[in-house]
T-cell receptor, first 112, second 114 residues
Framework: DAKTTQPNSMESNEEEPVHLPCNHSTISGTDYIHWYRQLPSQGPEYVIHGLTSNVNNRMASLAIAEDRKSSTLILHRATLRDAAVYYC?????????????FGKGTSLLVTP | NAGVTQTPKFQVLKTGQSMTLQCAQDMNHNSMYWYRQDPGMGLRLIYYSASEGTTDKGEVPNGYNVSRLNKREFSLRLESAAPSQTSVYFCASILTGTTTDTQYFGPGTRLTVL
């Protein structure tokens, strides 16, 4: 499976934009880029996903590089409730069906 | 619509004891998964069930068994618990065959094996 590389941690001030980077240089043409986040003491929750084009939803935006070797999750105005571990995951239709390969993710700290 | 529910929320076992973790989803999803998360780590896949009646091993299946009881329920059994199985266990489900492909996770079961 193609792997992703994320910074271990990032810090942001409340109400400022946050750009969470992810490198996936070995991504294949059929891999979707998924982002999940895990709030403290909770299960992961879906944030956004995309294939080639940039994507927006109510939670965040996903910017995908033209060569698809990297992507950035954008939180437009960070709040204290956005403090979580953010996982960048490549999802492929492997033998594990639609199972997700989680790495360690990026721990986002939001300060008032 | 409760989503994915897991029982129990917390459990303490002694080495060698057995127990079953229960998971149920009410979203009519086809596929269900069991993951474990050790402190400071990401989730690792234990077993999955792509559809009712099928189960397959994931990355770390040793020491576990699963049963897909019906479309709603997917249980994880520890036959003889070991301290190395101390972890948080998450169940997840997904409706396959759509463009959304979102996995929904339960709140987790925190298991300690002494």
């Amino acid at each position: 499976d193609a792997k992703t590389t994320q910074p271990n941690s990032m810090e942001s001030n409340e109400e400022e934009p946050v750009h969470l980077p992810c490198n996936h240089s070995t991504i294949s043409g059929t891999d979707y880029i998924h982002w999940y986040r895990q709030l403290p003491s909770q299960g992961p929750e879906y944030v956004i996903h995309g294939l080639t084009s940039n994507v927006n939803n109510r939670m965040a935006s996903l910017a995908i590089a033209e060569d698809r070797k990297s992507s950035t999750l954008i939180l437009h105005r960070a709040t204290l409730r956005d403090a979580a571990v953010y996982y960048c995951i490549l999802r492929s239709y492997s033998n594990s069906g639609y199972a997700l390969n989680f790495g360690k993710g990026t721990s986002l700290l939001v300060t008032p | 619509n409760a989503g994915v529910t897991q029982t129990p929320k917390f459990q303490v076992l002694k080495t060698g004891q057995s127990m079953t973790l229960q998971c149920a989803q009410d979203m009519n999803h086809n596929s269900m998964y069991w993951y474990r998360q050790d402190p400071g780590m990401g989730l690792r896949l234990i077993y999955y069930s792509a559809s009712e009646g099928t189960t397959d091993k994931g990355e770390v299946p040793n020491g576990y068994n699963v049963s897909r009881l019906n479309k709603r329920e997917f249980s994880l059994r520890l036959e003889s618990a070991a301290p190395s199985q101390t972890s948080v266990y998450f169940c997840a489900s997904i409706l396959t065959g759509t463009t959304t492909d979102t996995q929904y996770f339960g709140p987790g079961t925190r298991l300690t094996v002494l």
